[in-house]
């Protein structure tokens, strides 16, 4: 905590660092550097801030920084609404309810296009 300085980001960063079940990375598409979505991070940083009302342990700065958490109900949501379009065959995966393997270029672009909604820059999107 003391090594954060306060910093929800700092501390989410800490977690995933020395915590190997904190460190949600994933290789995705030639890409140099995996996407860090780091879920578990920010869900313990939030729950800290939840549970001692933003004082104390819970007081970070820089709460706002952590993301939205639910990020396989958003990409759904947003389909069921018509706002967001899969690929056709990611569509019938879902409709068929197949597995999507954890890391694959499906889920990380389910995944990666959660951060892009929460930003605010795209609202309707195919892949």
């Not at 729950?47 to 920084?65: M, N, P, Q, T, V």
């Not at 967001?84 to 999507?100: F, G, H, N, V, W």
């Not at 892009?116 to 795209?122: C, D, E, M, N, S």
């Amino acid at each position: 905590m003391e090594a954060a300085k306060g910093s929800a980001a700092g501390l989410v960063n800490l977690l995933a660092r020395d915590f190997s079940c904190f460190r949600d990375e994933h290789v995705f598409e030639g890409r140099r550097k995996p996407i860090r979505i780091l879920k578990r991070a920010q869900i313990l940083v939030a729950d800290l801030w939840a549970c001692f009302e933003g004082e104390d342990y819970g007081e970070f700065r820089d709460i706002d920084k952590i993301t939205m958490f639910a990020d396989y109900r958003v990409p759904q949501i947003l389909n069921t609404m018509g706002c967001l379009y899969y690929s056709p065959p990611l569509e019938t995966a879902i409709r068929l309810k197949q597995d999507i393997p954890c890391g694959s270029s499906w889920e990380m672009q389910l995944r990666g296009r959660r951060a892009k909604l929460r930003t605010g820059t795209q609202i309707l999107t195919r892949f």
